[in-house]
């Protein structure tokens, strides 16, 4: 199957952060096999959403309930997919700004008005009450890894695999770990910058993590971007420094060690994104 070129930012969460109903679920999930490898997930989900989403694009189905799952110690750490609603979420989203005859066009109307309701009822109160806050656990971003991700992870995080057929980058740290982080980037920003975009996005970011539980694990996930980039690069690829050194650069005042830092990160990147447009 071919590669989507994206990378993901995800929070396992564990079993007791949900309801009865779906800790019994994803028990019974995990023991019948069923957990899907993120290696495996994107192309997956893709190919549930196609498939049942049909050719019409008329109606928005039921879709599988899947997840990610991690094992530690004796602790079982669960990133459900919630397809269902990113799609809902993502229709309503297509139809923003957008002239109504190309929405229309785009996301008929009677797609979008299921959509809306599958966002309302996810949100209702009456649906809080029985099952908690309701919480998308995948955030992710084609071609490219938005800057604002690394501020959450550390260097010495990283997983690396070069095996043929299972070539992976990715990083992993303790939700606790990634707020602390997260803070501290955002002090930084808004004495130095402001309420620049950059702040506005690691402070969306930091909110979005306070949202689970505080035995979560944060993974940041390079995905298909990996086919992007021979060994050797994805091996050097520091980009988690370098926003440490240029937010370090900026708690110091020293904007010459900053700036450097961040046009190389932009550099580096902005490769990546322009390979979209390549045939």
Not at 201 to 230: C, I, K, M, Q, T
Not at 246 to 275: I, M
Request: contains cysteine; neutral net charge.
């Amino acid at each position: 199957m071919p590669s989507l070129f994206a990378s993901y930012l995800r929070v396992y969460e564990p079993l007791t952060a949900f309801d009865r109903e779906r800790q019994v679920f994803w028990r019974r999930y995990v023991r019948e096999g069923r957990a899907v490898a993120p290696l495996e997930g994107p192309v997956r989900q893709r190919t549930a959403v196609i498939e049942a989403l049909g050719a019409g694009w008329t109606r928005l189905p039921d879709l599988p309930e899947e997840a990610y799952v991690l094992e530690t110690d004796d602790t079982l750490l669960v990133c459900p997919w919630n397809l269902r609603v990113r799609v809902a979420e993502a229709a309503l989203s297509a139809r923003d700004g957008v002239p109504s005859v190309l929405a229309d066009a785009f996301v008929p109307p009677i797609l979008a008005g299921q959509a809306k309701a599958v966002i309302d009822d996810w949100r209702s109160g009456a649906r809080v009450l029985e099952h908690g806050v309701p919480r998308v656990h995948e955030q992710i971003a084609t071609w490219g890894v938005p800057l604002r991700w690394f501020v959450f992870i550390d260097a010495e995080e990283r997983e690396l695999t070069l095996r043929a057929g299972g070539r992976a980058l990715r990083y992993r740290t303790e939700i606790s770990k990634a707020r602390r982080r997260a803070s501290r980037g955002l002090s930084v920003l808004r004495k130095s910058v402001g309420d620049a975009p950059i702040t506005q996005a690691v402070e969306e970011g930091a909110r979005w993590l306070e949202e689970f539980h505080p035995r979560s694990v944060v993974e940041l996930d390079y995905g298909g971007l990996v086919d992007l980039l021979d060994d050797e690069t994805l091996e050097a690829d520091d980009s988690p420094r370098l926003v440490a050194t240029g937010l370090a650069g900026l708690s110091r005042g020293n904007s010459e060690a900053a700036t450097k830092a961040y046009e190389t990160l932009v550099a580096r990147w902005r490769d990546v994104q322009l390979r979209e447009r390549r045939n």
